[in-house]
């Protein structure tokens, strides 16, 4: 009963759901921008709510080692090129992202800050800063993963899972105290603390893609299901289980547990018995989800905050920035496509003729 490629879809689902929820109410100050439903200790109860959004990285990094993991070890021979197919197509679909935005800034009367300067627009083109949008900070540490990724597999298949998973964790722990507490401080040399900064982001980062991979390695979901699927009211104690989640990250608010909820609610949720239905919103949603990371941000803080939190109540503000978004995002995918078609016939071309061996 290992994770399907069905399931890792609907978990990116609903980790970009995670994501916009976090950015959305994980603030205690919220300057009337929308009524909360009650406080706790003067926080808005979004608030906290809003914090479990941090497993989102997680959640969305565990479900790409584990897919990984599954594809290197069935076709070797050409998992280097499905991965430069698909960052190619992550920086075609950024690109499209990046030059609509900017023209609608320029249209919009923002041209000092969208583009700003011919040097602003092409570091952020090549990935070298998220100047015009926070969330594009990811590009760059995504990309990197997948590249690196053939060898953090390779170290998964070849060390024990326990060594492996406690060094990870070491790292993950040095960086996230470097990226959060500046031990090292290189603040005045604009090109080192721009590296130290990548090298930390992404050394928080491959803890989650690595635990992803051991899961699939030893297949550790099948052991959770086996144990778990049959008791009585599953989804109930799941659900509880999840809520329990939100206490959790109310008490410990440190995104240095962002991981630990992350796989947590990875278990929980793929444990549950889902409708037809959420299956396929969730599913409709990951489907969506590059283009929702991509350009919510701009919604809520950039172009339109007013229009975004004008239904004044969360859950209402919450689902209106979703319709937005995936308006939006359907527009950028009729623009993207004929490219992606060009790009998947290549590569299949290349594939049926073995230009890439890496056994």
């Avoid at 608030?47 to 990285?57: H, M």
């Avoid at 090292?184 to 690595?210: A, E, K, W």
Wanted: hydrophobic letters at 50%; charged letters at 15%; a positive charge.
């Amino acid at each position: 009963m290992e994770l399907s490629r069905k399931d890792t879809t609907i978990l990116k689902g609903m980790a970009i759901l995670l994501m916009i929820n976090l950015h959305l109410f994980a603030r205690k100050d919220i300057d009337g921008l929308y009524v909360s439903f009650f406080w706790i200790n003067d926080v808005p109860v979004e608030y906290y709510v809003g914090l479990l959004g941090d497993a989102c990285r997680p959640i969305y990094l565990f479900a790409t080692g584990y897919a990984f993991y599954i594809v290197y070890k069935k076709n070797q021979e050409t998992f280097v090129l499905k991965n430069f197919r698909r960052i190619l197509k992550l920086s075609v679909n950024f690109w499209i992202v990046l030059v609509m935005f900017v023209s609608i800034g320029i249209l919009t009367g923002q041209a000092d800050t969208f583009p700003g300067s011919a040097s602003k627009f092409f570091q952020n083109f090549f990935f070298l800063s998220n100047s015009y949008n926070g969330a594009w900070w990811f590009l760059q540490v995504y990309i990197i993963i997948t590249l690196l990724s053939p060898i953090l597999i390779k170290l998964v298949k070849r060390y024990n899972p326990i060594a492996l998973f406690l060094g990870s964790g070491v790292i993950y722990f040095i960086c996230y105290v470097q990226f959060y507490k500046n031990i090292i401080n290189v603040s005045d040399y604009d090109l080192l603390s721009s590296t130290v900064s990548m090298v930390t982001l992404l050394g928080t980062s491959q803890l989650s893609f690595i635990i992803g991979s051991i899961f699939a390695k030893e297949r550790i979901y099948t052991k959770i299901h086996n144990k778990f699927s049959n008791i009585e009211f599953k989804n109930t104690l799941c659900a509880l289980g999840i809520f329990s989640l939100i206490i959790f990250h109310g008490i410990i608010e440190s995104a240095i547990i962002g991981p630990i909820n992350g796989i947590l609610f990875v278990c929980l949720f793929s444990l549950m018995n889902k409708s037809i239905l959420v299956q396929k919103v969730l599913t409709y949603l990951s489907n969506h989800s590059t283009n929702l990371w991509l350009i919510h941000m701009f919604f809520y803080t950039m172009f339109i905050p007013q229009v975004t939190f004008f239904p004044e109540y969360p859950p209402l503000i919450f689902i209106w920035l979703i319709v937005l978004c995936l308006i939006t995002s359907h527009v950028i995918k009729l623009l993207y496509k004929p490219i992606f078609n060009l790009i998947d016939k290549r590569s299949q071309k290349m594939e049926g003729e073995g230009h890439i061996n890496i056994s």
